[in-house]
């Protein structure tokens, strides 16, 4: 009888339920990576110990192997950075949400001038998606919103997720903080967390331990014979709407700085970063869109996720931010938005 309440005790005791989890995580992650449908990073963390998985190469050509030093570009999680810096622009009296773009940018086509700050973080500005060429061909940022900034006739107010939202974004940053965007990013957020493997990918610098990107547009439906292309976009013309570089760990402590009012105050935090600010539900992202995240009523969780060609990106926070799920990848072989949720549904069940 002794031998089995203490076998019961050890089977509900912390320990063994972080080496389940660990176990379970990693048998699953192992199971797609060897139909060929993942290859990437994964951290998760549930306020005990981080659960840390690596799997696969972040340069095929030369069969380097990813590790927790791998930094990854993470396509729209950038979006997350941008909203934050310009919520804390608010917070520094030196801008209104509501305020028009028009007021710090100037030139901007006629029938864009009446839209808001607000407008773009909610990508309610009814401007038009950017075209290909606007990323295989490099353009500064002024450039860019010359060639690609442009109003949709067949759009309104209504939500069309777009690039060029954040880019004008971008530019509305510069203008205010009189700093480059990259450099008003650091300085915002990125110097004062000491995030050191967070950054802007540049393709005229040689960013140590950058992963390569690899795509075929297979999504989870492929096989580990399917052939994998490189990557050939300018990332960095993506500015605030996709052009960063990260790690699972930088990204941790991203969020745990928001979870611990480091960035925010409590205030802006609840109201405008973790608030629903419509009742529009985003059926593609699984929710509604908050300033930076999206919100999932269903499981009450907050999610943020990226894709350029091979380089996928998912997070999903638990509401109290207890439960913290990152995935970043260098390939588009693995239907990531599902993966992400399987895992995080999986490891929430003790």
């Given at each position: 009888?002794k031998?089995?309440?203490?076998?019961c005790?050890?089977?509900?005791?912390?320990?063994?339920?972080?080496?389940?989890?660990?176990?379970?995580?990693?048998?699953?992650?192992q199971?797609?990576h060897?139909?060929?449908?993942?290859?990437?990073?994964?951290?998760?963390?549930?306020?005990?110990?981080?659960?840390?998985v690596?799997?696969?190469?972040?340069?095929?050509?030369?069969?380097?192997?990813?590790?927790?030093?791998t930094?990854?570009?993470?396509a729209?999680?950038?979006?997350l950075?941008?909203?934050?810096a310009?919520?804390?622009l608010?917070?520094?009296g030196?801008?209104?949400l509501?305020?028009?773009?028009?007021?710090?940018?100037?030139g901007?086509?006629?029938?864009?001038?009446?839209?808001?700050?607000?407008?773009?973080?909610?990508?309610?500005?009814?401007?038009e998606?950017?075209?290909?060429?606007?990323?295989?061909?490099?353009y500064?940022?002024?450039?860019?919103?010359?060639?690609?900034l442009?109003?949709?006739?067949?759009?309104?107010?209504?939500f069309?997720?777009?690039?060029?939202?954040?880019?004008?974004?971008?530019?509305?940053?510069?203008?205010?903080?009189?700093?480059?965007?990259?450099?008003?990013?650091?300085?915002?957020?990125?110097?004062?967390?000491?995030?050191?493997?967070?950054?802007?990918?540049?393709?005229?610098?040689?960013?140590?331990?950058?992963?390569?990107?690899?795509?075929?547009?297979?999504?989870?439906?492929?096989?580990?014979?399917?052939?994998?292309?490189?990557?050939?976009?300018?990332l960095?013309?993506y500015?605030?709407?996709?052009?960063?570089?990260?790690?699972?760990e930088?990204?941790?402590?991203?969020?745990?700085?928001?979870?611990?009012?480091?960035?925010?105050?409590?205030?802006?935090?609840?109201?405008?970063?973790?608030?629903?600010q419509?009742?529009?539900?985003?059926?593609?992202l699984?929710?509604?869109?908050t300033?930076?995240?999206?919100?999932?009523?269903?499981?009450?969780?907050?999610?943020?996720?990226?894709?350029?060609?091979?380089f996928?990106?998912?997070?999903?926070?638990s509401?109290?931010?207890?439960q913290?799920?990152?995935?970043?990848?260098?390939?588009?072989?693995?239907?990531?938005?599902?993966l992400?949720?399987?895992?995080?549904?999986k490891?929430?069940v003790?």
């Open positions: 009888m031998t089995s309440i203490i076998a005790i050890f089977l509900l005791s912390p320990i063994f339920l972080l080496a389940q989890t660990k176990e379970l995580i990693q048998e699953t992650l199971i797609e060897d139909k060929g449908r993942f290859n990437g990073t994964l951290l998760y963390a549930d306020g005990k110990e981080l659960i840390k690596n799997k696969g190469y972040s340069n095929f050509q030369f069969q380097v192997k990813i590790n927790q030093d930094r990854f570009p993470i729209s999680i950038t979006k950075f941008t909203s934050i310009l919520l804390k608010q917070e520094n030196v801008l209104n509501n305020d028009k773009a028009s007021k710090y940018v100037r901007l086509p006629k029938d864009c001038r009446n839209i808001t700050i607000k407008d773009l973080l909610l990508h309610q500005s009814g401007l998606n950017e075209p290909i060429k606007a990323v295989t061909t490099k500064n940022l002024n450039d860019y919103l010359t060639h690609f442009k109003r949709s006739p067949n759009l309104d107010s209504s069309n997720y777009n690039n060029v939202d954040y880019i004008l974004l971008s530019k509305i940053i510069e203008n205010i903080t009189k700093e480059d965007f990259e450099q008003a990013i650091e300085k915002l957020i990125l110097d004062p967390l000491d995030l050191k493997n967070t950054g802007f990918v540049k393709e005229s610098d040689i960013i140590p331990n950058l992963a390569y990107g690899y795509h075929n547009y297979s999504f989870g439906e492929g096989s580990k014979d399917d052939p994998l292309h490189n990557d050939n976009r300018y960095s013309n500015y605030g709407a996709g052009a960063m570089y990260s790690t699972t930088d990204l941790y402590r991203f969020l745990e700085a928001i979870k611990n009012n480091l960035l925010l105050t409590p205030k802006t935090k609840d109201q405008l970063l973790l608030s629903t419509n009742d529009e539900y985003i059926d593609w699984s929710g509604k869109p300033i930076g995240f999206y919100y999932v009523e269903t499981d009450n969780t907050y999610r943020r996720s990226g894709s350029i060609d091979g996928n990106s998912s997070i999903i926070i509401k109290d931010f207890n913290i799920l990152i995935i970043l990848c260098n390939t588009d072989t693995a239907d990531l938005e599902n992400a949720l399987e895992i995080f549904k490891a929430s003790k």
